[in-house]
């Protein structure tokens, strides 16, 4: 059997990284799944599952042994990795495609740069927009990235096989896959992700401390249940997101607040017409992301 990279190392085996390995066994990406890291029963327990063939905590030896290394790591530890891994190989002048799952993107791309002076041609970074508040090997999904996107951020230096090599990777997962510019990506997912994780956690702590909390969480309906779902992710991760991304995020929440304070004084009014004209655009925007989410998904069902 011809494989398209015959050996995948996880760097960070978690919710992600386990799904991914999961995912590229399945579709017959690879042949060999190593797991890297430094916390041995969560690697341990990757191969009891069947998620990775073997493990080695020695980061050298996984860099060494890798044709796809993917460092799944929370983002500031990613660019720390980047950090460490990059220098070695630009000495070697060879070594693996290097791809990441990170949240933020301008921060991978500047440790790079600090750490060799630029993007190297081998370094694709990505981010698969799929997740779960549950994490940790045993969370892993192996349809987790099915019918979801992965943006690409590459840049002029990357080759182009490499590049390819990581979109295949991504679409044997069942993947959608797009590019997109690395500040485009940061400002697209400050928006969409970083910003509503940050007014969960906002929201749920300000009536957490509420003298009425306890009646409030007991006849909490539905739309509080899944509005703040996602206050219950994994608060490191979110920290380290939340600073990595810092210009982009500020500029969401100073949006954000902007609108909040327009509604405030409208509510504070009594004024019907302004809250129904807000209102009104919202459904009427958000009616037509359901629509073009459920043609895309459409499309891609047998």
């Avoid at 060999?32 to 080695?56: A, M, Q, W, Y």
Wanted: aromatic residues 4%; glycine residues 8%; contains cysteine.
């Amino acid at each position: 059997m011809t494989y398209a990279a015959d050996t995948v190392v996880i760097v960070g085996l978690g919710l992600i990284g386990g799904s991914l390995a999961s995912a590229l066994r399945r579709s017959g990406f690879s042949r060999r799944f190593i797991g890297c890291g430094h916390r041995e029963p969560s690697l341990r327990r990757g191969v009891e599952l069947g998620i990775i063939d073997e493990f080695t905590l020695d980061l050298d030896a996984a860099v060494e042994r890798a044709d796809i290394l993917v460092i799944c790591t929370p983002t500031l530890t990613a660019a720390q990795m980047l950090g460490q891994i990059l220098p070695r190989l630009a000495e070697r002048g060879d070594g693996p495609v290097i791809t990441d799952v990170a949240s933020v993107k301008g921060s991978l791309r500047d440790a790079a740069v600090a750490a060799t002076g630029g993007v190297p041609p081998r370094l694709v970074l990505g981010h698969p927009i799929a997740g779960s508040e549950r994490s940790g090997v045993d969370a892993a999904d192996v349809n987790l990235f099915v019918n979801h996107r992965v943006i690409l951020t590459p840049v002029e230096t990357n080759d182009p096989a490499a590049v390819e090599l990581v979109r295949a990777m991504w679409a044997s997962t069942g993947a959608e896959v797009l590019q997109m510019s690395v500040e485009r990506h940061d400002a697209v997912l400050a928006a969409t992700s970083h910003l509503p994780h940050l007014l969960a956690y906002a929201l749920v702590d300000a009536l957490a401390s509420s003298d009425a909390s306890e009646d409030i969480f007991r006849c909490a309906a539905g739309g509080f249940r899944d509005f703040t779902r996602i206050a219950s992710s994994d608060p490191t991760m979110w920290r380290d997101i939340a600073l990595a991304n810092r210009s982009a995020l500020l500029d969401a929440i100073d949006l954000f607040s902007e609108q909040m304070s327009r509604l405030r004084t409208a509510v504070e009014a009594g004024n019907a017409d302004a809250l129904m004209a807000t209102f009104t655009r919202a459904k009427r925007a958000r009616d037509e992301f359901a629509a073009l989410l459920a043609g895309r998904t459409d499309s891609k069902s047998p």
